[in-house]
């Protein structure tokens, strides 16, 4: 299948500093990728939408300012967690896919840890 | 509002046994369903899907049964192996939704040897 690589795959910072998580599809070009937070025990809930060359989809009660997505070319897209604070610790995954109804491959997440 | 429910959050199950997880769904456009499975601190991998034009749809040991009336699916896995035990999250999609995933609480299996 797809290959979807996430870095770094785990970041703990202090609060009030941006962490930079990148997605990558390695071996496919992706026209969508997505951005998904798991907290612990808890569903994937959908972030954002990304497409190549266009403003991100954010959900709704996603603050857009605080989760800033850029998805800059069809092999990367990169979430930025600005002003980070420990309710912001979670896991995040990415998923990409390159056709319409085509299937997600999810990336293997990154934990963020904010103390 | 949980419009994909997984009401089981854990299943033990014997090896060689089958294992049926389920999943309900209360959005009527939701017109195709997916089943992934995840290992801690890894990203979900795809298993198997099917399409709401469907009632069954058979991959190996996993077999996916839709009942639209019932607004219900389940995954089937047979027989089951040590190595199927994870979380499986149930995740449904519509055509107008852009392929946005909504995803169940997911359920954890363990496979008793």
């Known amino acids: 299948g797809a290959v979807v690589s996430q870095h770094p795959s785990w970041v703990i910072c202090k609060s009030g500093t941006s962490v930079k998580i990148e997605c990558r599809s390695l071996?496919?070009?992706?026209?969508?990728m997505f951005w998904y937070r798991q907290f612990p025990k808890q569903s994937l809930m959908l972030m954002a939408t990304?497409?190549?060359?266009?403003?991100?989809?954010?959900e709704q009660g996603v603050e857009k300012d605080k989760f800033l997505i850029n998805h800059a070319s069809l092999t990367l897209s990169t979430l930025t967690v600005t002003s980070a604070h420990p309710e912001d610790s979670s896991f995040y995954i990415c998923?990409?896919?390159?056709?319409?109804?085509?299937?997600?491959?999810f990336g293997p997440g990154t934990r963020l840890l904010v103390l | 509002d949980q419009q994909v429910k997984q009401n089981s959050p854990s299943l033990s199950v014997q090896e060689g046994r089958i294992s049926i997880l389920n999943c309900d769904y209360t959005?009527?456009?939701?017109?195709?369903f997916l089943w992934y499975k995840k290992y801690p601190a890894e990203g979900p991998t795809f298993l198997i899907s099917?399409?709401?034009?469907?009632d069954k749809n058979e991959d190996g040991r996993f077999t996916v049964f839709l009942n639209k009336s019932a607004k219900h699916l389940s995954l089937h896995i047979v027989p089951s192996q040590p190595g199927d035990s994870a979380v499986y999250f149930c995740?449904?999609?519509?055509?107008?939704?852009?392929?946005?995933?909504?995803f169940g609480q997911g359920t954890r299996l363990t496979i008793n040897p």
């Open positions: 998923s990409a896919t390159a056709v319409i109804r085509e299937t997600q491959y």
């Open positions: 071996d496919f070009q992706a026209t969508t």
């Open positions: 990304s497409n190549e060359g266009s403003k991100a989809t954010y």
């Open positions: 959005n009527s456009m939701f017109d195709y």
């Open positions: 099917i399409s709401s034009i469907k």
């Open positions: 995740a449904a999609t519509w055509i107008q939704g852009a392929q946005k995933l909504v």
